[in-house]
C-alpha cells in the first residue's frame, strides 16, 4: 500500500504546483495589461481622493477616444511622475475657466467635487483639446498642477482610468 500511495502525493504535489504557476501567472498578466494599483502623493485630488490613497487603474481604457468627462486617470506628468487627475475634455471640445468655473463648449460644467470656496479667480483661456488627448484637472484646483500648465495629455502618457480608490 505504501507504494501506491507514493505516486498519488507526487500527482497531487505536481498538480497543485501547475495550480500555483497558473495563478502567480495570471496574477502577473492581470497586473501587467488589465489593472495597476497606483499610490496616491499629494492634495491635488482632494476631497475625491487623499493623499496615501490607493487607486486601482484599468489599461484598458487609456486612449482618449475612450475615456469620458469626469473619469479619473492616471498618466505620466511632464516630469515622469505618476499623476491622477479628472478629465474635463476631450478631443475637440474647447475648455475655458471663468472666475473658476469651468465651461467646455461656452457652457457651464456642473462639478460638485470642486469646492468653489476655496478657489477664486481662476481664469483659463479656451483651449481645444486635439485629437488624441485629454484636458485635465485636479478637483483641488488651487493645489493643482494640471493641464492649465502643462497643456492636454497625449493619450501615449495615459497609464489608464481609476476603476476604484480607497
Request: no cysteine; net charge positive; charged share 30%.
Given at each position: 500500500?505504501?507504494?501506491?500511495?507514493?505516486?498519488?502525493?507526487?500527482?497531487?504535489?505536481?498538480?497543485?504546483a501547475?495550480?500555483?504557476?497558473?495563478v502567480?501567472?495570471?496574477?502577473?498578466?492581470?497586473?501587467?495589461?488589465?489593472?495597476?494599483p497606483v499610490?496616491?502623493?499629494?492634495?491635488s485630488?482632494?476631497?475625491?481622493?487623499?493623499?496615501?490613497?490607493v487607486?486601482?487603474?484599468?489599461?484598458?481604457?487609456?486612449?482618449?477616444d475612450e475615456?469620458?468627462?469626469?473619469?479619473?486617470?492616471?498618466?505620466?506628468d511632464?516630469?515622469?511622475?505618476l499623476?491622477?487627475?479628472?478629465?474635463v475634455?476631450l478631443?475637440?471640445?474647447?475648455v475655458?475657466?471663468?472666475?473658476?468655473?469651468?465651461?467646455?463648449?461656452?457652457?457651464?460644467?456642473?462639478?460638485?467635487?470642486?469646492?468653489?470656496?476655496?478657489i477664486?479667480?481662476?481664469y483659463?483661456?479656451?483651449?481645444v483639446?486635439p485629437a488624441?488627448?485629454?484636458?485635465v484637472?485636479?478637483?483641488?484646483?488651487s493645489?493643482?498642477?494640471?493641464?492649465?500648465?502643462?497643456?492636454?495629455?497625449?493619450?501615449?502618457?495615459l497609464?489608464g482610468?481609476v476603476l476604484?480608490h480607497?
Open positions: 500500500m505504501a507504494t501506491r500511495s507514493a505516486p498519488r502525493s507526487g500527482r497531487r504535489r505536481l498538480r497543485e501547475r495550480v500555483v504557476v497558473v502567480a501567472a495570471a496574477t502577473v498578466a492581470v497586473r501587467a495589461f488589465l489593472l495597476v499610490g496616491v502623493h499629494g492634495e485630488m482632494e476631497p475625491t481622493v487623499h493623499d496615501g490613497d487607486v486601482v487603474v484599468t489599461r484598458t481604457a487609456a486612449a482618449a475615456l469620458r468627462r469626469g473619469d479619473l486617470v492616471v498618466f505620466r511632464p516630469q515622469g511622475s499623476s491622477v487627475k479628472r478629465v475634455g478631443p475637440g471640445d474647447r475655458a475657466m471663468l472666475d473658476a468655473r469651468l465651461t467646455v463648449d461656452g457652457e457651464f460644467v456642473d462639478e460638485p467635487y470642486v469646492d468653489l470656496s476655496r477664486d479667480g481662476t483659463l483661456g479656451q483651449v483639446v488624441g488627448a485629454v484636458f484637472l485636479g478637483d483641488n484646483r493645489r493643482s498642477i494640471d493641464s492649465r500648465e502643462y497643456g492636454p495629455v497625449a493619450e501615449g502618457a497609464l482610468r476604484l480607497w
